[in-house]
């Protein structure tokens, strides 16, 4: 072999090992950028789930028939001080078709007894979904929850999957009581 042939080689070689490290240095921000997307509708799925358990009455009775106001936390953990924002008009708009009585959580307050819907005085429940823990890009875990008061509240762990192009909760399991 040539000197100009083993030099050709090592630089492909050179090319073709420098295109593949620089394509799995672009694949955590991909990655990253799915999960940025899916987000929200991560929690949706978690609020939907929360807003069928109150609508049921399986969870306490007492919850049926109050305003539910739905929140999304920028933080893993729900029900913390800061980082709540309301769903975007989609996500809800998808949660009040399957329960009219769903409001955005910047529609309630906190009072000394309580949740409250700020426009009506009325008892509300507050609903609440957490940012994803990421196990893959199909898979979440995430802590959602609900609080009338701060005696009254309870909080799970929920596994979350994509399947045939829609957020799913696969389980819900029980964490923490208040």
Not at 13 to 20: I, K, M, P
Not at 45 to 72: H, I, M, N, Q, W
Not at 76 to 97: C, I, M, Y
Not at 125 to 154: C, H, I
């Amino acid at each position: 072999m040539s000197d100009s042939t083993a030099h050709l080689r090592t630089a492909v070689a050179f090319v073709a090992t420098s295109l593949a490290l620089a394509s799995i240095v672009d694949a955590p921000s991909d990655i990253r950028s799915w999960r940025s997307s899916q987000a929200e509708w991560v929690q949706t799925a978690v609020l939907a789930d929360l807003v069928e358990e109150v609508r049921s009455g399986r969870v306490d009775p007492y919850l049926t028939g109050k305003p539910l106001c739905v929140g999304f936390w920028s933080t893993t953990r729900v029900l913390t001080s800061g980082g709540q924002r309301d769903p975007s008009s989609v996500a809800l708009a998808q949660l009040k078709a399957m329960e009219p009585l769903v409001r955005p959580a910047s529609a309630c307050s906190y009072s000394r007894d309580g949740l409250i819907e700020s426009a009506t005085g009325r008892r509300a429940v507050l609903l609440a979904a957490g940012q994803p823990n990421w196990v893959d890009g199909e898979f979440a875990r995430v802590e959602g929850g609900w609080y009338v008061g701060s005696l009254y509240a309870q909080g799970s762990e929920y596994t979350v999957s994509f399947s045939d192009g829609r957020w799913a909760v696969d389980t819900a399991t029980f964490t923490w009581i208040s």
